[in-house]
């Protein structure tokens, strides 16, 4: 889904923002506050392929689900849940889930400086997000997590050579050793192709 629309909301002193995401006639609402998510509430909408997507954002229906939005944030209903998450004291690793399979037999490796989640029954892999982030972080945060949300991602191999993987900075890995080992560990398949005379790599997993 893409983002379309943030709407700003001020709550006893935080800025919230109301993301409105769609996908054609597809709509979600999200609340956030300082980059993620405020809560553990969506909305969504599905509109009838009728409906003009150039006034899809005034109708009514769309602007019911950013008020519902607010009315969540205002209510504090969500700090009860985290409340009770509170009250069960349970350690991190415990704490962890696969959201794909329900799994609790989960496998954390350290990459690229965060936790890789490996879900040992369905393979699922995810990610701790970042607190901050380098240039090369950057580039290579974008793979995975297109991946994850995609089924692959394309780079053009110049700024994987120039940014990620430049040889001076691991002096005795070739770019190609770095590429190889970076895709091990991040359980990724990848080829190099080329297109219009550049030469490009896709990975997928
Ligand atoms: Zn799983």
């Known amino acids: 889904m893409r ?15 109301i993301r409105i995401y769609n996908q054609a006639w597809d709509f979600k609402v999200k609340a956030y506050l300082n980059d993620s998510p405020a809560n553990g509430y969506s909305y969504s909408a599905t509109l009838p392929t009728a409906i003009d997507l150039n006034l899809a954002l005034e109708l009514d229906a769309i602007q019911y689900l950013v008020e519902l939005a607010k009315h969540d944030i205002e209510s504090k209903l969500w700090e009860k849940v985290e409340s009770h998450i509170k009250n069960l004291n349970k350690g ?3 704490s962890l889930g696969c959201r794909k399979c329900g799994s609790r037999n989960i496998i954390v490796h350290l990459v690229d400086e965060r936790d890789m989640f490996e879900c040992q029954d369905c393979t699922n892999i995810w990610y701790a997000k970042r607190k901050t982030t380098r240039p090369h972080y950057c580039v290579l945060d974008d793979i995975t997590e297109d991946v ?47 297109r219009d ?3 490009f790599i896709r990975f997928w997993r």
């Open 148 to 194: 994850a949300t995609q089924g692959s991602h394309e780079v053009d191999a110049s700024v994987l050579l120039n940014v990620a993987f430049r040889p001076e900075a691991h002096k005795e890995l070739s770019f190609e050793d770095q590429l190889k080992n970076w895709s091990i560990q991040n359980k990724l398949k990848y080829e190099s192709f080329s």
């Open 3 to 17: 983002l379309l629309k943030t709407v700003m909301f001020e709550f006893e002193g935080s800025q919230y923002e």
């Open 197 to 199: 005379g550049k030469e």
């Open 92 to 94: 991190a690793a415990e």
